[in-house]
């Protein structure tokens, strides 16, 4: 990677306007800009490293196996297909470097006035509300509910006016002038660089003038959403609207700031609230309609608290992809975002909540103790805006538009199977484009080096196996930022700098900075140490999205201490299962999952494959024995919840009573020493360990007035037990009668 140019003070960075476009009279927040003749070529920064290599060799299909594989095959060709082959990554920009030289001031009072969907006039967001109040689809529900309650509509027309009080944004110009003001003096004062493709946010910018645009990006921190509306701003593209969490609303002035910056608020929970959904519906779907502004919203529904990308939501996504199946738009552009922290703001508060520890509630008395923090530095984010995704494009050939046709459009219908199939491919599709173009610091190959040597490591010897990780992150494909193109004891160093609440060099050796753990009583002791523990994982799962694949065929070659492909097979696939809540899969391709990860191990010499077999080479022990330890703290964790469901837990349960029963159980088996898996503590692994068990039929669900009680079938459980010991064989069909 080419080390840096020096670079000399430049004007705000301006986006090439596309040109033939016709210009419009006057100037507002929605009005569009003339076309600027011969705008501006993007600076080029750093690129991120990125591992070569070609895919060969012929497809193993082991139709046998696959045949065995559960769950019911997709339609047609499978959507989501990863590029094995290299590929060419877009450069970054650093827009805080111009931040650093011009004033302030002068950037948030700037000539605002961004291009946007086909020229369209300005639109006020109270004309959004009318429209909505006067839709076909929310005047049906409104005389339905009325005809069923026995009331007067207009009381239910007062109800669905104060829902959209709520709900509604109320974008304004002083308000977007006064965060791009705010946010420019603390992120300068937060983060030492924001890097941006420039030839993404080209991209977004022909995006937003052809068709409606939702913006997807992923979620790790409170600070993606202020951020890619600065950035937006930054790039005077226009501000989208943000779906947000109901909490916010509980900040005073704070709360209605974010309204008037674009910020629309969605309760948690609908309950069953029908008049709440169609008029939330609505307002999603008419702004998207009407192209008044791009919709932003997280498929993740909230922020991961491990660094792991959460399995998708799909009411959003299916409310934004309506008015496409309805033939209400030609096409609908959907943009994965990739923000990537290269140390993330709540990092110990998300220790805190997974060790149980409630989570602080929104308020901006709490916002205003949290300002010790801008005293701290947090390094570099990288914000990656990907390909924009044509729905239609997607939708060609798989999906009949037609059954809509026969039903008036205003009349509620519930999204046929294939929709519903069609939509969680969507999610997954965006979720796993996210995955790809997520930046990888130094310190995270440091991290997942390090949970493997506690609870110390000598400092040449991690140096040198950092390295090493470097080589083979970069065969399978991750994408590393190496800072400045610094030498390995450098760039170590600077990680173990930045992240010294986690890690610290004493006499030659790296140990976690657990201080006070030879102090006090035993269960403090064992919490200091989760503490640390858990925010350093939070790192290595960074690096396991890219390893998971070749991960999991490590970890069945081990399992099954067999060398028959097809036996190796049907138990990667009884892990992916196992595993479907840890971690992003495409439903319904185990078998290419497999041959992925396969090909990956096979690309870095770790294994040698023929029709029937496969198995590690003298060299590929360590690669094998390395990517299997990655996953030890999943599979004891497992183990550990597993069993406490079999022995522990007789009568129904709800999820908040399993968990600190988990807890305990684990917490007292550290206190004896008898494990040292502290990452089974984590709340997350717990409810996904659960959620696999319902999956797999070991455990059953139950809806219930209040929420879900879980019931547990023992013998399911201890079979999967064995399973995990390697007491019995893995098999697909003892797995799908479980």
Not at 11 to 27: E, F, M
Not at 215 to 221: F, M
Not at 607 to 613: A, F, N, P, R, V
Not at 662 to 669: G, P
Request: net charge positive; aromatic share 10%.
């Amino acid at each position: 990677m080419a080390p840096p140019m020096a670079r000399s003070p430049r004007p705000p960075p301006r986006l090439p306007q596309r040109s033939g476009r016709p210009s419009r009279g006057g100037a507002g927040l929605w009005a569009p800009r003339e076309a600027a003749a011969g705008g501006r070529t993007p600076r080029r920064g750093k690129a991120g490293e990125r591992g070569a290599g070609r895919r060969g060799g012929a497809r193993r299909t082991m139709a046998a196996a696959a045949a065995a594989a559960p769950g019911r095959a997709r339609r047609g060709a499978p959507m989501y297909s990863k590029e094995l082959t290299s590929k060419k990554r877009d450069e970054f920009e650093d827009i805080l470097e111009e931040r650093r030289l011009s004033s302030d001031l002068r950037y948030a009072m700037k000539c605002y006035t961004p291009v946007i969907y086909k020229g369209l006039s300005p639109c006020k967001p109270n004309a959004i509300k009318s429209a909505v109040l006067q839709s076909e689809q929310v005047q049906y529900v409104i005389k339905q509910l009325a005809k069923e309650m026995g009331e007067s509509p207009d009381i239910i027309q007062e109800e669905a006016t104060e829902i959209l009080d709520e709900m509604g944004h109320s974008m304004q110009l002083g308000a977007v002038r006064f965060f791009a003001f705010t946010l420019s003096k603390i992120f300068k004062q937060l983060f030492q660089r924001v890097c941006v493709n420039e030839e993404g946010m080209q991209r977004l910018q022909h995006a937003i003038q052809e068709h409606p645009v939702v913006l997807l990006p992923s979620h790790r921190s409170y600070v993606d959403f202020l951020m890619l509306s600065y950035l937006l701003y930054t790039y005077d593209l226009a501000l989208p609207v943000i779906a947000a969490g109901i909490d916010f609303l509980g900040m005073k002035i704070v709360g209605e700031l974010l309204r008037r910056a674009g910020a629309f608020f969605m309760r948690r929970s609908f309950g069953g609230n029908r008049l709440y959904w169609a008029v939330f519906a609505e307002y999603v779907k008419t702004m998207l309609r009407s192209g008044y502004a791009p919709i932003e919203f997280f498929l993740e529904g909230t922020r991961s608290r491990t660094a792991k990308t959460l399995t998708p939501k799909f009411g959003l996504l299916s409310i934004v992809m309506e008015p496409f199946l309805k033939r209400e738009v030609f096409d609908t552009y959907l943009v994965p975002i990739s923000i990537s922290y290269e140390r993330i703001l709540e990092e110990s508060l998300y220790a805190y909540e997974l060790l149980g520890v409630p989570k602080p509630k929104e308020s901006t008395s709490g916002l205003l103790k949290a300002r010790r923090i801008l005293s701290d530095n947090f390094g570099t984010i990288h914000i990656y805006v990907g390909q924009p995704v044509s729905l239609r494009t997607l939708a060609s050939g798989r999906i009949n538009r037609c059954p809509y046709n026969l039903v008036p459009r205003h009349l509620p219908q519930k999204p046929s199977e294939d929709i519903q199939e069609f939509v969680s491919d969507v999610a997954y599709k965006m979720e796993l484009l996210q995955i790809e173009n997520m930046v990888l610091s130094p310190w995270v190959l440091v991290a997942a080096v390090l949970l493997q040597n506690l609870p110390a490591m000598d400092f040449e010897l991690l140096i040198e196996k950092t390295l090493w990780l470097k080589g083979l992150t970069q065969t399978f494909g991750g994408f590393i930022e190496w800072p400045d193109n610094l030498c390995a004891r450098k760039a170590v160093l600077s990680g173990l700098t930045l992240h010294a609440n986690i890690a610290r060099l004493v006499d030659g050796h790296v140990v976690l900075n657990d201080k006070g753990v030879e102090d006090g009583a035993v269960g403090e002791i064992v919490f200091k140490r989760a503490l640390a523990i858990l925010m350093c994982a939070t790192y290595r799962n960074q690096l396991l999205n890219v390893f998971v694949r070749p991960s999991l065929v490590a970890v069945a070659l081990q399992m099954t201490r067999s060398f028959r492909k097809e036996e190796v097979y049907s138990c990667f696939s009884f892990l992916r299962d196992v595993f479907s809540d840890e971690f992003i899969f495409f439903p319904g391709i185990s078998l290419k999952d497999f041959e992925e990860g396969c090909f990956l191990l096979t690309k870095c010499d770790a294994i040698q494959t023929s029709q029937q077999e496969i198995y590690p080479t003298d060299k590929g022990s360590v690669i094998v024995s390395f990517l299997s330890a990655m996953f030890t703290p999943f599979v004891e964790g497992y183990q550990l919840i597993f069993r406490y469901l079999s022995k522990e837990t007789k009568e129904a349960f709800t999820e908040k009573q399993l968990i600190p029963g988990v807890r305990n159980f684990v917490f007292q088996l550290l206190e004896k020493g008898n494990t040292q898996c502290y990452e089974a503590l984590s709340s997350d692994m717990q409810k996904n360990a659960l959620a696999a068990l319902v999956q797999l039929g070991a455990v059953k669900k139950k809806k219930m007035s209040n929420g879900f009680t879980y019931n547990v079938n023992q013998e399911a459980v201890n079979k999967i037990l064995d399973m995990f010991d390697a007491r019995i064989p893995v098999q697909k069909p003892v797995a799908a009668r479980l």
